[in-house]
């Protein structure tokens, strides 16, 4: 199972940004696939950001994020989706996505990270 992650960039305080990350290479649905994203800021621990179940499409958000960010996905395209709002610099990080089969503390499969840097 490969995820790619897309969409990180620099941004402003204030803005906004959408990453996208797209799972190939499975032999099942995509909607099997409860999807995750964390973050991570060099010399510190990976942090949970947010995550969609399967197939009910339930989501959760880190306390740090509520309210200001968005999980969606859409099975047709194998995507998931992370629309983030109002980001300030404490958002900077490099942000990965994970799958795995159940909801799990500790994701299976695992993309590459995207680096988003919000700016001051």
């Known amino acids: 199972v490969q995820l790619q992650a897309f969409g990180g960039g620099l941004v402003q305080a204030g803005g906004s940004l959408r990453l996208s990350c797209r799972v190939s290479?499975?032999?099942?649905?995509?909607?099997?696939?409860?999807m995750y994203w964390y973050r991570q800021v060099p010399g510190k621990e990976r942090e949970f950001v947010a995550g969609i179940i399967r197939r009910d499409d339930r989501t959760y958000f880190a306390d740090s994020v509520k309210g200001r960010f968005a999980i969606s996905r859409d099975n047709a395209r194998n995507t998931v989706y992370l629309q983030m709002n109002v980001l300030n610099p404490e958002d900077t990080a490099v942000y990965y996505c994970a799958a795995d089969l159940a909801p799990s503390d500790n994701p299976t499969y695992w993309g590459k990270g995207t680096l988003v840097t919000v700016s001051s």
């Open positions: 290479g499975s032999g099942r649905t995509f909607s099997e696939y409860t």
